[in-house]
């Protein structure tokens, strides 16, 4: 079996460590905080983010970069988006042997406009310690894979050797693995489906309910697809688990952070309440912000995350551009389907 080092003990790093250590793996878990790392070592819980749950004693906490990295060649980096940078260098600086990263979160840098894999290439800047960079993605909320619930996710790479080597390490009874080949169409769809998940929870916020997630939920997929065609993803990955799966399940479930978020903004609550009360990365939150500059860039017409962002950053109210929206010219829903999944990314909703 292999050592795995984990770096980001929130709950998806957690649970996901759990998978690895339950495969038989030698997991070294890295956080920031030692008082996280000495309750992950003496009492094996990491109740801030994953309360009740009982983690594998063969999980050793490391509150040291340098050892936690040590003699692992492969390391799961699950931290937010905009501490991916910050993080990778300081992975660089200890790191003395060539690994591959496999990298589990979801979301667009602002600005850059780079997705997760991008950010991490373009830190280690073709340096001979980086193999690959594999991406994990799929409807998996991090509560139901702790308790071993049956979760399917899928992993992805410009290496499909690399893919197929994190499939073995992450694949068992409970967390089935899927490869893709679709590495762009995996990370987009990843990180664009927070963005459709809070305004899913900002129209329930508002006294909506299933006729207007289910309204939401499909024309914010064909936005995504169109985006994801637009920057070279092939359009059936959106069908899939990084696709229509993660959409279904982050705005539908009550354990997504962004749907929460989003309800709260919905019921009156202003973005600086909603994420102090949190007390957890949104990731959707700056994922939007990013989405629209890019598809301001590439002239892709998305009204749902364009309405968003109004609503997030321009001071709109959530029930103004729900009407706003509503009242958009009609469309011929097949034609406009075809036009999404063929790379027509001019047509809108």
Not at 3 to 8: D, E, S
Not at 43 to 68: R, W
């Amino acid at each position: 079996m292999s050592k795995i080092a984990v770096i980001g003990a929130g709950s998806w790093g957690t649970a996901l460590a759990m998978v690895l250590a339950d495969n038989g793996h030698q997991v070294h878990l890295w956080a920031r905080r030692k008082e996280q790392i000495e309750e992950i070592n003496d009492s094996h819980t990491n109740s801030q983010y994953l309360p009740g749950v009982v983690l594998p004693e063969s999980i050793v906490g490391c509150h040291d970069m340098k050892a936690a990295v040590s003699d692992a060649e492969t390391i799961l980096l699950v931290v937010p988006t905009k501490a991916v940078r910050e993080t990778v260098k300081q992975l660089i600086n200890v790191i003395s042997q060539p690994v591959t990263i496999i990298h589990a979160s979801k979301g667009i840098e602002p600005g850059t406009h780079k997705r997760i894999s991008e950010m991490i290439e373009e830190e280690f800047n073709g340096a001979h310690s980086l193999r690959n960079v594999v991406v994990l993605s799929g409807p998996s909320h991090a509560e139901e894979v702790s308790l071993r619930q049956p979760t399917t996710v899928t992993v992805s790479s410009k290496s499909h050797h690399a893919s197929e080597l994190a499939q073995d390490l992450f694949m068992n009874q409970h967390f089935r693995v899927y490869t893709n080949a679709d590495l762009v169409g995996v990370e987009i769809g990843g990180a664009l489906k927070n963005i459709i998940a809070l305004v899913c929870g900002l129209t329930n916020g508002l006294g909506m309910r299933d006729n207007t997630k289910a309204a939401i939920m499909t024309r914010g997929l064909a936005e995504i697809a169109r985006l994801g065609v637009k920057l070279g993803a092939n359009p059936l990955t959106f069908a899939g688990l990084s696709g229509l799966g993660d959409l279904i399940v982050t705005c539908t479930s009550i354990h997504s952070r962004n749907f929460r978020a989003g309800q709260m903004i919905g019921q009156g609550k202003s973005l600086d309440e909603v994420l102090e009360s949190m007390g957890m990365v949104v990731e959707g939150i700056r994922t939007t912000k990013a989405a629209h500059e890019l598809a301001t860039k590439l002239n892709v017409d998305m009204p749902i995350t364009a309405s968003l962002h109004a609503v997030l950053f321009a001071g709109l109210h959530p029930k103004e551009a729900t009407e706003e929206l509503m009242g958009r010219v009609k469309k011929h829903e097949v034609e406009q389907l075809s036009s999404d999944l063929l790379g027509g990314s001019n047509i809108s909703n």
